[in-house]
């Protein structure tokens, strides 16, 4: 069956995601998201960089999954640099990115492939708030307002180890699947949400 990863399908689809959401970002916005999903659409034919491909599901399971934080009132107020955790294709941080260009983004992927997919997406858009670290996130010496992470773990050791990266009054952000445990200490507050039937929570944990 070939699958549509055509440009018209992507942005008529974020356009409606948007909508539902109500997030009026704008064009320039919308339109660097249709580069950036195509760029991920070329080098995954080479690379296997996500499973994602079909241009409907990667503008509701990539980019406005991505987006969702940016409904949590006051979530971003104050926040000058944030870090992106096993960026792996670049999601959260890239459309985080594009949306929210006055921070200072950190992506952090060890995987070597992933983080060249990253180094020439942030070339390729001209994206200035961008820097890549092809490093372990454990070895990182800075500290960040906000760490996000999209969590196929959530390991107390290692969500530790993140929340060790935040700054003074910083937070960590967890993407977590509808059922997947977190210990309290890493959840302040919780949002449950559902775009398009893909149930996930937003975890927001206590400022240091």
């Known amino acids: 069956m070939t699958v549509d990863v055509s440009r018209e399908t992507f942005r008529a ?42 241009a409907e599901e990667a503008a509701w399971r990539h980019f406005a999954e991505s987006w969702a934080p940016l409904m949590v009132a006051g979530l971003f107020d104050g926040v000058v640099s944030a870090a992106d955790i096993g960026s792996g294709a670049g999601f959260p941080g ?9 921070i200072r983004w950190t992506l952090v992927e060890k995987a070597s492939k992933k983080a060249a997919f990253l180094t020439y997406a942030t070339a390729t858009l001209g994206l200035t708030n961008i820097t890549v670290r092809s490093v372990d996130a454990r070895t990182l010496s800075d ?15 290692f969500l530790e180890d993140l929340a060790s990266l935040r700054s003074t009054g910083g937070r960590l952000l967890l993407f977590l699947g509808p059922d997947q445990p977190v210990s309290a200490a890493f959840s302040d507050e919780e949002h449950l949400c559902s775009l398009r039937g893909f149930p996930f929570r937003l975890v927001v944990s206590p400022r240091r």
Do not use: C, Q
């Open 94 to 102: 890239l459309p985080l990115a594009l949306a929210l260009p006055d």
């Open 13 to 54: 689809t974020l356009d409606v995601a948007l909508e539902e959401m109500k997030l009026p970002l704008p064009s320039g916005v919308r339109e660097r998201s249709v580069a950036l999903y195509l760029l991920l659409v070329e080098w995954n034919r080479v690379h296997n960089l996500t499973r994602i491909v079909s």
């Open 143 to 157: 500290r960040f307002d906000l760490v996000t992470f999209r969590a196929l773990t959530s390991d107390e050791h």
